[in-house]
């Protein structure tokens, strides 16, 4: 018996519920039966979960990913509301995390969630960082993203990379040493960048989705990730490109 016959044969089995819940996506080319047990035995960490990382949340706890770990701190904004869409009016002025688990447990009772009220930082991104399987990096504030990088490097750990401004948006893979590091494009903190930034919901979003089905790709070990390759898009204009990182 060789060994990845043995790791999927330690997988849990699908219930006749988890299988009536993901049908559709159960029938897509090279994904079935193994590779959503591979989603339903893996944990990703969200470092924010704003614009980007409360629709990368939605998306995953909808695919059946079994365990998120959630890194948010501070209570919702009105400002929040034009797109950290896991957050509600009625919760303006309550802990964004508590919003969070709330919204992701109603699409998805099964799923466990670790709510961390904290914002990821070099004190307690390698405690974090060494509990997942993938990382998906949708923080506002390059100190975090360096912070978590470095931990997630160190430990050998997948990082989706996502990111917008304005209406543009970037998404790639930082896995070394199959990749380059993430010091290698953003050597230390950019002078003069800051938490607020001009950006529409939908711009976060629609990069949000791509950078849930990369964690997807990448835990269920098919398709091909953006290792390497930097996928940028121009809403205002609909231009894309793929770019090639050496």
Known sequence: MNESYAAEHQLPELSDEERALREWQLDVRDFGESGQRRLQASTVLISRVGGLGSVVAYELAAAGVGRLILAHAGNVQPSDLNRQLLMTH??????????AVRRL????????IEAVSENMSSANAADLVSRADCIVDAAPL???????NDAAEARGIPVVE???????????????????RFRDLVPE??????????????????????????????????????????????????????????
């Open 162 to 180: 996502a990111a917008m401004y304005e209406l543009e948006a970037s998404l790639t893979v930082i896995h070394p040493p199959e990749t380059l």
């Open 105 to 112: 447990h109603e699409l998805n009772p099964h799923m466990q």
């Open 189 to 246: 903190v950019p002078p003069g960048w800051k938490r607020r930034f001009p950006v529409f919901g939908a711009v976060s979003g629609t990069v949000a989705c791509m950078a849930a089905m990369e964690a997807i790709k990448l835990l269920a070990g098919f398709g091909t990730p953006l290792k390497n390759r930097l996928f940028r898009m121009d809403l205002r204009s609909m231009h894309t490109e793929v770019l090639r990182l050496r």
């Open 142 to 148: 390059f100190e975090e993203r360096l912070a978590m």
């Open 90 to 99: 009625d919760w303006i002025g309550k802990p964004r995390i508590e919003s």
